[in-house]
């Protein structure tokens, strides 16, 4: 079964770095891009960027650039977002997807269950 | 970047009901366009890919249409499980966006 199992809820405050995992398993994690997707409280999807752990090529937004950073383990099949300096403006649900696709048709065809972020005083 | 727009935001169905969401690219995307289905309280799941591919394990009630820049999620027959909010997403550039979702409700 393809798999991406996240690390659990994070509850830090304004200016702690944090850094949350994404796990994939029950495929070749390095054959496939791996995104990062925000979802504010009440709020619709944002997409953060990707990270292909091949060779660890990564596409930011331009929204998220500078303020996330994605990286990635290939040795243990894990994706990583972090931040360096947190803010309230951080809280939020983020899910790690899978990139699948067919042809040059991209879609996030696997998430993760989601990790929740609360940054407050 | 491109900017997805999604009408409308809320609506109001009852079961049984065919229902269209409609969304809106700012420029030509061919048919670069995903839906997405998330139900309270858990991920998104892939409904449709390339615009109307319908994704494996999905109900056919479920159908997608359109290419350039106006697109249609519609579903046949609402079931229960089918209230939800829904997402659109452009794959044809960086950053993929989504539109802004479309809340369907029990009437």
């Known amino acids: 079964e393809v798999r991406l199992v996240q690390s659990g809820a994070e509850v830090k405050k304004p200016g702690e770095s944090l850094k949350i995992s994404c796990k994939g398993s029950g495929y070749t994690f390095t054959s496939y891009w791996i995104g990062w997707v925000r979802q504010m409280p009440g709020k619709g999807l944002e997409w953060m960027g990707i990270?292909?752990?091949?060779?660890?090529?990564?596409k930011y937004s331009p929204s998220f650039q500078g303020q996330v950073t994605i990286s990635d383990d290939k040795s243990i099949s894990t994706a990583y977002l972090q931040w360096s300096s947190l803010k309230a403006s951080d809280t939020a649900m983020y899910y790690c997807?899978?990139?699948?696709?067919?042809?040059?048709?991209?879609?996030?065809?696997?998430w993760g269950q989601g990790t929740m972020v609360t940054v407050s005083s | 970047d491109i900017q997805m727009t999604q009408s409308p935001s809320s609506l109001s169905a009852s079961v049984g009901d065919r229902v269209t969401i409609t969304c809106r690219a700012s420029q030509s995307i061919s048919n670069y366009l995903n839906w997405y289905q998330q139900k309270p309280g858990k991920a998104p799941k892939l409904l449709i890919y390339a615009a109307s591919s319908l994704q494996s394990g999905v109900p056919s009630r479920f159908s997608g249409s359109g290419s350039g820049t106006d697109f249609t999620l519609t579903i046949s027959s609402l079931q229960p499980e089918d209230f939800a909010t829904y997402y659109c997403q452009q794959s044809h550039s960086t950053p993929r966006d989504f539109g802004q979702g479309t809340r369907l409700e029990i009437k």
């Open positions: 990270i292909y752990p091949g060779d660890s090529d990564t």
């Open positions: 997807a899978r990139v699948g696709g067919y042809g040059y048709h991209d879609s996030f065809d696997i």
